[in-house]
């Protein structure tokens, strides 16, 4: 949802508070701040920050995976809200002695809610609003890390601003350089954010910035609306009714296209009192203070009269910036996380920007003389001539808080990510001496040999696997490639050293099982397990640049910091471990059993490094089992539920067994290294590499060596 105020009141909340105060003239009958607007502002900013953090843990720690489902159910309760509201506000003048009726929303005086004569300029806001929302759940499902997220909420008012000084708006007649200055601090954190996601990013920032062009469309269709006040106020309404229901439109076909097609039989599992929750945050968040970023209460805020029986606070900008601090604050200290010192330094100098320098020294300079007034209050003295400070002083002083804002913070971050339990002990076969360095298994089908060459010649040409020589093994599923001429024509075009030729079963974790239990006497030293068409190749070379090394005893190759509950995991692509194989695997490898709670790292894309000696201190006789289980006709285990990538419904086929999902997630705890959880934390995403700080064992566990 998106504010339903004009810019030339609530809208500013840069303006000064000079500015501010001399709005009010005698001829303006607006009401002063009422303990109404207060309580407001106070719940606006609490369940801001409470529906913004608890929609990310419904998303991610309860396995809610359906963002589009979420929008549409927020749409259709705040639209029954705001109906009921409408028709309380009948009532209200009857019975206005009850102080909370004022919180019904005024029914226009003339017109429908719904079809208005200026509807047509309020389309392109509400179209603009209606998809921000569910373009921002998106955002919040895939982007991993929360902080982030709301670090970046002044990219909604320099998109406000822009849009207005590109249309020559009157709301906006000089080019907003603070807009600018605020993108460029909101790159800055995202340049040094550790876990971007390319789908995070996409649809995380096209939301936020959905949310500032959908304020400033509408201040742009209010000015064309004219200044009648009847006619603005009809406005309002035909908006919000209108960004209602084009939210429940859009979000309710995307939600059938994207996701009851796909996990209908999961669609509604979800916990009740939770769901209830959620939606009532939302819905009080927009009631309140109309979007879950930016604090633009519902008021028309005319000299004649308001569009909600509450008069609007005039702190929009500084209520925001509350809540995104609650949110991150509340994000570091129950999630262990890391958020750097440099993006906090240029996510408070870019909402700061955004204040200006003149507000900033007026603010200091009131809030210290207030303060000033309560202290010889307390000591009941009679208050001096106020303390002019210079802008020398305040700059110092605004300077003085953004560094120490940022320490407070990035301590928090180090210090939950220390307070990390350490992982089980490794069972390491020291005893084992391997005759080959390293070696290269590549699970191949049908890809273009020039392909594999091109791959295995970037894998060899990595910091690490250029110092060595490494023993390039192809194994091979597609039925043509039987013949022994056809091998070694395929040996000669890719550049392997041996082709080996297998029934095509199990996907890729039953070649690399295959391989792991015929060669058990045989395991180089370090072997990477990978695919002939590698995932996400250009992040990859860099990931293998950054962390491979000779003590590497397990090196994920996939997705960083995805973990799930021992006791009932699963991911949000669809996967369930309905066979309890997780469990299982864990007290046949540690000797004890989970706790149901206990976190475990998954993996992904089916490729990774593994070290012999890690590998073989897992019993021979559990990767014969899992080869066993994932090769047979009908694996029946582990199940992947519709929808997942490469299944079809209702199929469970040797070439493309249900069990293969669960292999590919499984190979860190294979590895002993699914029980560290700072490997989970610290691990950066492909995308973004390993930045500033980081250390080699950020993303695997390393062999002690003797």
């Given at each position: 949802?998106?504010?339903m105020?004009s810019r030339?009141?609530?809208?500013d909340?840069l303006?000064?508070?000079?500015n501010?105060e001399?709005?009010?003239?005698?001829d303006d009958?607006?009401?002063p701040?009422?303990l109404l607007?207060v309580?407001?502002a106070?719940?606006w900013?609490i369940c801001?920050a409470?529906?913004?953090?608890?929609?990310k843990e419904l998303m991610?720690t309860?396995g809610y995976?359906y963002?589009?489902?979420?929008?549409?159910?927020?749409f259709?309760?705040i639209?029954v809200?705001?109906v009921i509201l409408?028709?309380?506000?009948?009532?209200?003048?009857?019975?206005?002695k009850?102080e909370?009726?004022?919180w019904a929303?005024r029914?226009?005086d003339s017109?429908?809610?719904?079809?208005?004569?200026h509807?047509?300029?309020m389309?392109p806001?509400?179209?603009?609003a209606a998809?921000?929302l569910?373009?921002l759940?998106?955002g919040?499902?895939?982007m991993?890390?929360l902080?982030?997220?709301?670090?970046?909420?002044?990219?909604?008012?320099a998109a406000?601003?822009?849009?207005?000084f590109?249309?020559?708006?009157?709301?906006?007649?000089t080019?907003?350089?603070?807009a600018v200055?605020?993108t460029?601090a909101?790159?800055?954190?995202l340049?040094?954010?550790?876990?971007l996601?390319?789908?995070?990013?996409i649809?995380g920032?096209?939301?936020?910035?959905?949310?500032g062009v959908?304020?400033?469309?509408?201040?742009?269709?209010?000015?064309?609306?004219?200044?009648d006040f009847h006619s603005?106020?009809?406005a309002?309404?035909?908006?919000?009714?209108s960004?209602?229901?084009?939210?429940m439109?859009?979000?309710g076909?995307?939600?059938?296209?994207?996701e009851?097609?796909?996990?209908l039989p999961?669609q509604?599992?979800?916990?009740?009192?939770y769901?209830?929750?959620?939606?009532?945050c939302?819905?009080?968040?927009?009631?309140?203070g109309s979007?879950?970023l930016a604090?633009t209460p519902?008021?028309?805020e005319?000299p004649?009269?308001?569009f909600?029986?509450?008069?609007?606070c005039?702190i929009?900008?500084?209520l925001?910036?509350?809540?995104?601090?609650?949110v991150l604050f509340?994000s570091?200290?129950?999630t262990?996380?890391?958020v750097?010192?440099v993006?906090?330094?240029?996510?408070l100098?870019?909402a700061l920007?955004?204040?200006?320098s003149?507000?900033?020294h007026?603010?200091?300079?009131r809030?210290?003389h207030n303060?000033?007034?309560?202290a010889?209050k307390?000591?009941h003295?009679s208050?001096?001539?106020p303390?002019k400070?210079?802008?020398?002083?305040?700059?110092?002083?605004t300077?003085?808080?953004?560094v120490?804002t940022?320490?407070?913070?990035s301590?928090?971050?180090?210090s939950?990510?220390?307070?990390?339990?350490?992982?089980?002990p490794?069972?390491?076969d020291?005893?084992?001496?391997?005759?080959t360095?390293f070696?290269i298994?590549?699970?191949?089908y049908?890809?273009?040999h020039?392909?594999?060459y091109?791959l295995l010649s970037a894998?060899?040409?990595t910091t690490?696997?250029?110092?060595?020589?490494?023993?390039?093994?192809?194994y091979?599923?597609?039925?043509?490639?039987a013949?022994?001429s056809v091998?070694s024509?395929?040996?000669?075009?890719?550049g392997?050293?041996?082709?080996?030729?297998?029934?095509?079963r199990?996907?890729?974790g039953?070649?690399?099982l295959?391989?792991?239990?015929t060669?058990?006497?045989?395991?180089?030293e370090?072997?990477?397990?990978i695919q002939?068409h590698?995932?996400?190749?250009?992040?990859?070379i860099?990931?293998?640049?950054?962390?491979?090394?000779?003590?590497s005893?397990f090196?994920s190759?996939?997705?960083a910091?995805?973990?799930?509950?021992c006791?009932g995991?699963?991911?949000r692509?669809?996967?369930?471990?309905?066979?309890?194989v997780?469990?299982g695997l864990?007290?046949?490898?540690?000797g004890?059993?989970?706790?149901g709670d206990e976190?475990v790292l998954l993996?992904?894309k089916?490729q990774?490094?593994?070290?012999?000696?890690?590998?073989?201190g897992?019993p021979?006789?559990?990767?014969e089992?899992?080869?066993e289980t994932i090769?047979r006709?009908?694996?029946?285990a582990?199940g992947?539920d519709n929808?997942?990538k490469?299944g079809v419904?209702?199929?469970?086929t040797?070439?493309n067994?249900y069990f293969g999902?669960?292999v590919?997630?499984?190979?860190?705890?294979l590895g002993?290294?699914a029980?560290d959880?700072r490997?989970a934390v610290?691990?950066?995403?492909?995308?973004?590499?390993m930045?500033?700080?980081?250390?080699?064992g950020?993303?695997?566990c390393?062999d002690i060596?003797d």
């Amino acid at each position: 949802m998106q504010s339903m105020v004009s810019r030339e009141y609530a809208f500013d909340p840069l303006r000064t508070v000079e500015n501010q105060e001399g709005e009010l003239g005698e001829d303006d009958t607006r009401q002063p701040t009422t303990l109404l607007s207060v309580c407001r502002a106070f719940i606006w900013t609490i369940c801001s920050a409470t529906t913004i953090y608890e929609t990310k843990e419904l998303m991610i720690t309860h396995g809610y995976h359906y963002p589009l489902t979420i929008a549409f159910r927020v749409f259709a309760s705040i639209l029954v809200v705001y109906v009921i509201l409408i028709r309380l506000s009948r009532e209200s003048s009857s019975i206005h002695k009850v102080e909370w009726w004022r919180w019904a929303i005024r029914k226009p005086d003339s017109g429908g809610l719904f079809l208005h004569a200026h509807l047509g300029l309020m389309i392109p806001a509400s179209i603009t609003a209606a998809a921000s929302l569910p373009l921002l759940l998106e955002g919040l499902l895939h982007m991993p890390s929360l902080p982030v997220m709301v670090m970046l909420f002044p990219l909604v008012y320099a998109a406000e601003s822009l849009v207005l000084f590109v249309f020559c708006s009157p709301s906006a007649r000089t080019f907003p350089w603070e807009a600018v200055l605020a993108t460029a601090a909101s790159a800055v954190v995202l340049y040094n954010e550790y876990r971007l996601i390319v789908q995070g990013l996409i649809w995380g920032i096209i939301g936020i910035l959905s949310i500032g062009v959908s304020k400033a469309l509408l201040i742009i269709g209010l000015e064309k609306v004219g200044s009648d006040f009847h006619s603005r106020f009809s406005a309002y309404h035909a908006f919000m009714a209108s960004t209602m229901i084009l939210g429940m439109l859009i979000s309710g076909v995307l939600m059938v296209r994207f996701e009851m097609a796909q996990f209908l039989p999961l669609q509604f599992v979800m916990p009740p009192a939770y769901s209830f929750f959620v939606v009532a945050c939302f819905v009080f968040t927009t009631i309140s203070g109309s979007s879950i970023l930016a604090y633009t209460p519902l008021s028309c805020e005319a000299p004649q009269s308001p569009f909600s029986d509450i008069s609007a606070c005039n702190i929009q900008y500084l209520l925001s910036f509350l809540s995104s601090l609650l949110v991150l604050f509340i994000s570091i200290y129950s999630t262990p996380i890391t958020v750097s010192w440099v993006q906090l330094v240029a996510y408070l100098t870019g909402a700061l920007c955004l204040v200006g320098s003149e507000q900033m020294h007026t603010l200091i300079c009131r809030g210290l003389h207030n303060m000033q007034l309560q202290a010889h209050k307390l000591i009941h003295t009679s208050p001096g001539e106020p303390q002019k400070l210079s802008r020398f002083s305040t700059t110092l002083a605004t300077l003085f808080a953004i560094v120490l804002t940022s320490w407070t913070f990035s301590t928090l971050s180090a210090s939950s990510i220390d307070a990390l339990s350490p992982p089980l002990p490794s069972k390491l076969d020291t005893l084992y001496q391997p005759t080959t360095r390293f070696e290269i298994v590549v699970s191949m089908y049908d890809e273009n040999h020039a392909d594999i060459y091109t791959l295995l010649s970037a894998l060899k040409s990595t910091t690490f696997l250029n110092t060595l020589t490494p023993k390039i093994t192809l194994y091979t599923k597609n039925p043509t490639h039987a013949l022994p001429s056809v091998q070694s024509e395929l040996k000669a075009k890719t550049g392997a050293d041996r082709i080996e030729h297998l029934e095509n079963r199990g996907r890729e974790g039953g070649t690399y099982l295959h391989h792991i239990v015929t060669h058990w006497d045989e395991l180089a030293e370090q072997t990477m397990f990978i695919q002939a068409h590698a995932h996400n190749l250009r992040e990859l070379i860099p990931r293998i640049n950054s962390y491979l090394v000779s003590e590497s005893g397990f090196l994920s190759l996939g997705f960083a910091g995805v973990s799930c509950t021992c006791g009932g995991c699963g991911d949000r692509w669809g996967w369930k471990d309905k066979a309890g194989v997780v469990p299982g695997l864990y007290k046949r490898i540690y000797g004890v059993p989970c706790e149901g709670d206990e976190p475990v790292l998954l993996t992904y894309k089916g490729q990774f490094v593994a070290s012999a000696r890690g590998l073989k201190g897992v019993p021979r006789s559990i990767y014969e089992d899992l080869l066993e289980t994932i090769t047979r006709n009908s694996t029946g285990a582990g199940g992947v539920d519709n929808g997942e990538k490469g299944g079809v419904v209702g199929e469970d086929t040797p070439d493309n067994p249900y069990f293969g999902f669960t292999v590919e997630r499984i190979w860190g705890l294979l590895g002993q290294c699914a029980t560290d959880q700072r490997v989970a934390v610290k691990c950066p995403s492909l995308l973004s590499g390993m930045g500033r700080g980081g250390e080699v064992g950020d993303c695997g566990c390393l062999d002690i060596k003797d």
